[in-house]
């Protein structure tokens, strides 16, 4: 397994932006973003495949959130623009370890409010 530590988060108007940081033990084969609503279930936000730098968003969020990796320091970002009052819930990093395999490494989540 990989230990994940997310930074970042916090409260911010509709429209504004913000970025979240998620530091890795080690390099998975993939990273991603997922969140959760109070009330709704965990959903795929977006991830990072490190080798070739593919990156696959939800459709939610396509043309607004940008995801990125620096692979020195095993980190990946996501950076949120023109948030929208339903961009509010608790962010999860995630790692996929090994290719193949679903994730399966889970930060604690932090928490994103966006008020209107």
């Known amino acids: 397994q990989v230990q994940l530590v997310e930074s970042g988060g916090g409260l911010v108007q509709a429209g504004g932006s913000l970025g979240l940081s998620c530091a890795a033990s080690r390099l998975p084969y993939a990273m991603g973003w997922f969140r959760q609503a109070p009330g709704k279930e965990r959903e795929f936000v977006a991830s990072?495949?490190?080798?070739?730098?593919?990156?696959v968003f939800a459709d939610s969020v396509k043309g607004r959130f940008a995801i990125s990796g620096d692979n020195a320091k095993s980190t990946l970002y996501l950076r949120m623009s023109s948030l929208k009052p339903e961009d509010t819930a608790v962010y999860y990093c995630?790692?996929?370890?090994?290719?193949?395999?679903?994730?399966?490494?889970w930060g604690q989540g932090t928490q994103v409010t966006v008020s209107s």
């Open positions: 995630a790692a996929q370890t090994i290719q193949g395999r679903s994730f399966d490494s």
């Open positions: 990072l495949y490190w080798s070739g730098g593919q990156t």
